[in-house]
């Protein structure tokens, strides 16, 4: 990849990582990712925002040729796909100072082994000047580490965001899957880049935004928007039974006007079980009793739901088991971190009977009434 001009002085340069296929070793990237890092030449200083994920550094670098100097190596955030390649770019650039908030600094010193004398350290609101240009940083904690900050380059107007924002280039399952568990600090960093005009997001990850407003938009909706009329269930079945609870539940949810993403959890992609998560207003997880509780994979998708935090009302567990259990203490006491109210479990034994049947509409009845009441609440 070569560096590309996105503003007057102001470039992308950063690396497409194509084949890439998992994040930190568990989030799928059907897509593959990138890493954005941006050069900002201003008229007596040059700021570096942002290096690569270091197996894509070697390349990377080589678009810094022909840069003879760089003053600034901002850090907004010390995760690696960010930072790892700021030793190679201070080796290249000895004189450079690494700007960080004062909680990146002794991470960034811990994970790259960055010396101490290198950093520059900047306060909430502080700026730098490029001479013509002005960098001003606005911590952002907890998008996406406790450290984080963005800053924004007043004479362009333009955000450059990090993680905040970002895409692995579906905007919603970067959301879901890295953001999501952060929705109340996005909704405070939100409302603190209001104060701002700003006309380009530029993040570290995926497309830029010459339009923020839509990609604001969907953020809010994501953080702050009521839940949907919607039911994710994610289910396993081992020998029919589930399955047929689950089918059952799912066509008489379907006529409450209720609708359903479904999720066999022995083949699904976590990703978009993620991203279902974002609207959802109901979460039924179906699951056999196996070894005395939930089938591993049902506890699987608890324990992602419960880290990701979504927003989500109310809660329901179906399922079958052979001869007992506490499939439905077990999963419920995983999920500490859900606000939800449980609604009417169905277990049955075996083959799913007439009474089972039955319990499944008045689940599928009380679930459908919830929705209408939040929806009410809503207007
Ligand atoms: Fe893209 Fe939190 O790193």
């Not at 240009?133 to 965001?161: A, N």
Request: proline share 6%; hydrophobic share 45%.
């Amino acid at each position: 990849m070569h560096k590309r001009q996105i503003k007057e002085k102001i470039y992308w340069l950063g690396a497409v990582d194509w084949d890439r296929r998992l994040f930190d070793s568990l989030i799928p990237l059907p897509d593959g990712t990138t890493y954005n890092a941006y050069l900002i030449e201003g008229a007596e200083k040059t700021a570096l925002l942002d290096t690569v994920d270091p197996p894509m550094a070697e390349e990377w670098m080589a678009q810094l040729d022909g840069v003879p100097r760089i003053d600034f190596v901002v850090s907004h955030h010390a995760e690696q796909d960010h930072s790892g390649a700021i030793p190679r770019v201070l080796d290249r650039y000895p004189q450079a100072k690494v700007v960080s908030t004062p909680k990146a600094k002794p991470m960034l010193m811990d994970l790259l082994r960055i010396p101490e004398t290198a950093f520059v350290t900047v306060a909430d609101g502080e700026t730098i000047s490029l001479g013509d240009k002005t960098l001003k940083f606005l911590h952002t904690p907890w998008v996406h580490w406790p450290e984080t900050m963005v800053s924004y380059l007043e004479e362009d107007r333009i955000l450059f965001s990090c993680d905040f924002f970002g895409s692995h280039i579906a905007a919603k399952r970067y959301f879901a899957e890295i953001m999501m568990p952060f929705r109340n600090a996005i909704e405070k960093n939100i409302e603190k880049l209001k104060a701002y005009d700003i006309q380009v997001i530029a993040p570290s990850h995926g497309q830029i935004y010459d339009r923020p407003a839509w990609i604001m938009e969907a953020y809010r909706d994501w953080v702050m928007g009521t839940p949907h009329n919607l039911v994710v269930l994610p289910f396993v079945s081992m020998h029919g039974s589930t399955r047929q609870m689950v089918d059952h539940l799912v066509s008489k949810l379907a006529g409450h006007g209720v609708c359903v993403e479904l999720f066999n959890l022995a083949v699904t992609d976590i990703g978009k079980l993620a991203m279902a998560l974002v609207d959802a207003a109901t979460i039924v997880v179906g699951t056999p009793t196996v070894l005395a509780g939930p089938h591993p994979l049902a506890g699987y998708a608890a324990f992602l739901a419960n880290a990701l935090r979504p927003k989500a009302k109310f809660l329901s567990i179906i399922g079958s088991y052979g001869w007992g259990g506490k499939t439905v203490e077990t999963l419920a006491g995983m999920i500490p971190n859900l606000k939800v109210e449980v609604i009417n479990p169905v277990l049955c034994k075996g083959l799913p009977s007439e009474s089972d049947f039955e319990a499944l509409d008045n689940l599928a009845a009380a679930i459908a009434n919830k929705h209408e009441k939040l929806n009410r609440t809503d207007q």
